[in-house]
């Protein structure tokens, strides 16, 4: 199995910054992508920004240019840095591998998500 261990989140003024960290590990073969998601109560997770094996990163619209996410390849571990934190980003954050297990079988493992609010 692949565990996902995530720190960081908690709470910020609108225009602050926070960083979320992301380790996974556990039966992996070959990570595929990493990532964070949110979901805000009574809505659906959504995608905030992934980073592919090739270092290809995608963002929300609503996060461009305010969040970067990188990766330690060699620690399989996941950085989201956040600034210019609005109120409307506030959810629980959950970090996303999609990796092989073995030569054949991969899978979408998921973190336990972690609280980011932005309020005054």
């Known amino acids: 199995q692949v565990q996902l261990v995530e720190s960081g989140g908690g709470l910020v003024q609108p225009g602050g910054s926070l960083s979320l960290s992301c380790v996974a590990s556990?039966?992996?073969?070959?990570?595929?992508?990493m990532g964070w998601y949110r979901q805000d109560p009574g809505k659906e997770r959504e995608l905030v920004a992934t980073i592919n094996a090739g270092g290809g990163r995608d963002y929300a619209d609503s996060v461009k240019d305010r969040f970067t996410i990188s990766r330690i390849i060699t620690g399989n571990t996941v950085h989201l840095q956040m600034t210019s934190l609005k109120p409307e980003d506030t959810a629980v954050y959950y970090c996303?591998?999609?990796?092989?297990?073995?030569?054949?079988?991969?899978?979408?493992?998921w973190g336990q998500g972690t609280q980011v609010t932005v309020s005054s």
């Open positions: 556990g039966s992996i073969f070959r990570i595929i992508a």
């Open positions: 996303n591998t999609r990796a092989y297990v073995s030569t054949s079988e991969w899978g979408d493992y």
